[in-house]
C-alpha cells in the first residue's frame, strides 16, 4: 500500500508559468511534509516542507499548500524558470524521533524557455 | 559545511566480494539514513540510526550490515550481493524530530551507484 502518491509522472511547463505538482497521502499520521528535488545523478536537494498545524508556508517562488482534510498538498513555483527542470519528490513524516519519511514516486517537471 | 559526503560514487563488485559504503557529516546531525533507489524510483529507507542506535530496520536482507561508529560516520557493509541490488545508495542526515508537527529535512549525499556483476 503507497501511503504517498504523486499521480503525475510528468509536467511541462512554458517558463515564467505557474507549475503545480500535487501529492496525495493517505496515512493521517503524518504531520510534517517536505519536498525535494532531484537532478540526474545527484542526492534529493530540500526545498520545502510544512508542518500539519499549518496550511500553506511560503519561500521565495516556492509555496506548499496543505489540505489535512483532502489529506493533499500541492507545490507551486512561480515563476517557473528553466533550471526548475528536475525530479520533484513530496515525503511525508511521522512524528517519531528517527525522522523516517515516506516517499511519492516523483513527479519530472520540465520548464521550456 | 552542509553537506554529506559519500564515498566512492562508483563501485563494481562481483557477488562474492565484501566491499563498505562511507558517509560523512559534520552538521552535527543526530540521525543518519541509508536509503537504496531504483531508476525512476523513490528513494527507500533501509536503516535509520538515531543517536548512534539502530532505530529503524525496514527488513533489509543480512547481506547489508550497517554500521555507526561516531557521530559523523556511517557506513553500509556489503557482502554476498546479488545483482538485483544493483542501484544508487544514498546516505542521509538529520536532527532527530522533536515533537508533533516539527520536522526537520534530511541532507543527502550524491549516492554511491552500486553495480553488482
Known amino acids: 500500500d503507497q501511503q504517498v502518491k504523486q499521480n503525475s509522472p510528468s509536467l511541462s511547463v512554458q517558463e515564467g508559468r505557474i507549475s503545480i505538482l500535487n501529492c496525495d497521502y493517505t496515512?493521517?499520521?503524518?504531520?510534517?511534509f517536505l519536498w525535494y528535488k532531484k537532478y540526474p545523478a545527484e542526492g534529493p536537494t530540500f526545498l520545502i516542507s510544512?508542518?500539519?498545524?499549518?496550511d500553506k508556508n511560503e519561500d521565495g517562488r516556492f509555496t506548499v499548500f496543505l489540505n489535512k482534510s483532502a489529506k493533499h498538498l500541492s507545490l507551486h513555483i512561480v515563476p517557473s524558470q528553466p533550471g526548475d527542470s528536475a525530479v520533484y519528490f513530496c515525503a511525508a513524516s511521522l512524528n517519531t524521533n528517527a525522522g523516517k519519511s515516506t516517499f511519492g514516486d516523483g513527479t519530472t517537471l520540465t520548464v521550456k524557455p | 559545511d552542509t553537506e554529506v559526503t559519500q564515498t566512492p560514487k562508483h563501485l563494481v563488485m562481483g557477488m562474492t566480494n565484501k566491499k563498505s559504503l562511507k558517509c560523512e557529516q559534520h552538521?552535527?546531525?543526530?540521525?543518519m539514513y541509508w536509503y537504496k533507489q531504483k531508476a525512476k524510483k523513490p528513494p527507500e529507507l533501509m536503516f535509520v540510526?538515531?543517536?548512534?542506535?539502530?532505530?529503524i530496520n525496514e527488513s533489509v536482507p543480512s547481506r547489508f550490515s550497517p554500521e555507526c561508529p561516531n557521530s559523523s560516520l556511517l557506513n553500509l557493509h556489503l557482502h554476498a550481493l546479488q545483482p538485483e541490488d544493483s542501484a544508487l545508495y544514498l546516505c542521509?542526515?538529520?536532527?532527530?524530530?522533536?515533537?508533533?508537527?516539527?520536522?526537520?529535512?534530511?541532507?543527502f549525499g550524491q549516492g554511491t551507484r552500486l553495480t553488482v556483476v
Open positions: 510544512i508542518s500539519s498545524i499549518k
Open positions: 542521509a542526515s538529520s536532527q532527530p524530530r522533536t515533537g508533533a508537527g516539527l520536522g526537520t529535512e534530511a541532507f
Open positions: 552538521m552535527g546531525h543526530r540521525a
Open positions: 540510526y538515531s543517536y548512534e542506535k539502530l532505530s
Open positions: 496515512n493521517s499520521m503524518f504531520d510534517y
